[in-house]
């Protein structure tokens, strides 16, 4: 009869051991957010000692992976090849992802080429600063103060500077020259 007793509390012991949970350990999130954070940002790109672009916001913050974030308000200009201000962007906020070696600036973007005299505006756009291109996927209006035209469309390829530019999916109002019948 000891024995049996022995043996019940034997197996009741282990039983309740056996359906205890199991330990976990804390697994410990590594912090996700900046590692940096600068006010007043001002950064220029130069190609052959000459100004290309300088681009202005008031804050950065960037990552461990070395992207970058511009919350606020983002303000570049474009020179053109004797150093004169080709063309101005300004957009609400905008991004640098280091893997793609692409910025792209987002939210009521407006691009004005000053000797064109052409206003463009989009949603978002991207630069690419090793390849010099700018490109959208997203809609398109571009306004010319010269002729009135107002041309519409879904994407744009253009240089950097914006002084050549194609839209994909081109729809507006737009003047051709006559030159014969049809």
Known sequence: MMTRLLWCGLLLVVGVWGCEEPKTTRKTNAYQGPI???NNVKMLYSEAAVLRVRMTTAKQYRYQNDDRKYPQTVNILFFGPNGEEVTTLRSDSGRYDKAKNLYT???????????KQEKLTTNELNWNPQTKKVFTEKPVLVQSKLTGESLRGL????????????IRKVTGVFNVEGGGGF
């Open 36 to 38: 940096e954070e600068i």
């Open 105 to 115: 600036v987002m939210g009521n973007v407006v691009v004005i080429n000053k000797q």
């Open 155 to 166: 994407g744009l390829d253009a240089n950097q500077d914006f002084s050549q530019y194609s």
